[in-house]
Structure formats: C-alpha cells, structure tokens
C-alpha cells in the first residue's frame, strides 16, 4: 500500500495567515491526489482534486500543487471558517490511501 | 442536489453481523463508483472498500483489515448501496460514510452512521 504522510499534524495560525500543509508519497503517484476539509462532527468535503484542480464552489484562497510524491495545500489568507483538520488522499491504486490528517487550529 | 442518506448503525456485540444503507438521490447511480470510508473515534479516514458500476464491471475491492468479513453491494433499482459487515471486532468502531467517486475524486459524502462494536 502507497503510505502518505502529512507535516505537519498540527498547527497554530491567525486569521489572514498563509498556511502551506504538505503531503508526501512513498512512491510516485503522478498527480492522483486530492485534498479534503473535515470540520467536527461532519463529512470531508473536497476541496482539491489531481494535486491543483479546485472543486467548484471552493474559495480561490486554497490551491494545490505538486506531482510525483511531494504535494502541498496552501490557504494564502486563512479565514475563520477555514479551522479545521484537512486529509490529502492519493488515488494512484488500490487501495486508495489518506494522510492521517492535519489540524488547523486558531492561535 | 445530491444526497447521500446512511442508515443502520448502532450497537453491535463482537462477532456480530450489521448492515448499512446509503440511500441516493440527486445523480444517476447506476453509472457511479461507490465506495465506504470509516473513521475510528479520534482517528484518521479509512478505506473500507469500493464497488464499481455494472457498466464497469460491479466488482468490488476492499481494505486488508474487513476483507472476508465486510461485501458491499448495491441495487440500483433502488438507488441504494450496502454494507454487510459480519463477524464485527471492537476496532470495527467508527463512524462509516458512503462516498460516490467521481473519477479519481471522492465527491459527495454522506453525513455518516456510527457503529459501535463492545460487549
């Protein structure tokens, strides 16, 4: 199974903040990642998908990049609604793998 | 609008059997991929397992930890998609969504159903 780990797996940011999460593969898996949002006590939601591709409906304040094995999510202006744990996901082959998470907390 | 409804969680003793629903609407579900993902208490998200479109084949995968113990099915008749799980363990708890996969992305989530397996 492809393992991706995520750095770090917290962290503390204001409000207007840029937050830049990264995701590591440990093989290449081409731009098969995807970035959710999980807020408690809900589902994830797709924010980011193929490593920069955004969902429609997602604020232009996150973007994506990387390809191979290393990947990151950036927030260039972080707003309260944005606390929260975020996952990236790598569906290059089965099974299809998650990060084990990164909280974003209010400093 | 899309929605993914799960249903049949609760309190199930180890070596039990229980079964999830994920009802859908608002898309065409004989055409999707579906998959399930859990999350322990506390804990990060799983892959569970996936079953393709009867067009593509309706084969399923599952993750080592529930294959032989966990089949997924679906009726598309009915819009619906399935979780059989049986012979439950205590590290079975979690919450189980329902997820429809659009192309290599995970889409539309359910809200989830907890499952909680203890003596």
């Known amino acids: 199974d492809i393992q991706m780990t995520q750095s770090p797996s917290s962290l503390s940011a204001s409000v207007g903040d840029r937050v830049t999460i990264t995701c590591r593969a440990s093989q290449s898996i081409s731009s098969y990642l995807n970035w959710y949002q999980q807020k408690p006590g809900k589902a994830p939601k797709l924010l980011i998908y193929?490593?920069?591709s955004l969902e429609s409906g997602v604020p232009s304040r996150f973007s994506g990049s990387g390809s191979g094995t290393d990947f990151t999510l950036t927030i260039s202006s972080l707003q309260p609604e944005d606390f929260a744990t975020y996952y990236c996901q790598q569906t290059y082959n089965t099974p299809p793998t998650f990060g084990q998470g990164t909280k974003v907390e209010i400093k | 609008e899309v929605q993914l409804v799960e249903s049949g969680g609760g309190l199930v003793k180890p070596g039990g059997s229980l079964r999830l629903s994920c009802a859908v609407s608002g898309f065409t579900f004989s055409n999707a991929w579906m998959s399930w993902v859990r999350q322990a208490p506390g804990k990060g998200l799983e892959w569970v397992g996936r079953i393709k479109s009867k067009t593509d084949g309706g084969t399923t995968d599952y993750a080592a930890p529930v294959r032989g113990r966990f089949t997924i099915s679906r009726d598309d008749s009915k819009n619906t998609l399935y979780l059989q799980m049986n012979n439950l363990k205590t590290e079975d708890t979690a919450v189980y969504y329902c997820v429809t996969q659009s192309s290599t992305w995970y889409k539309w989530w359910g809200q989830g159903t907890l499952v909680t397996v203890s003596s």
């Open positions: 193929t490593a920069s």
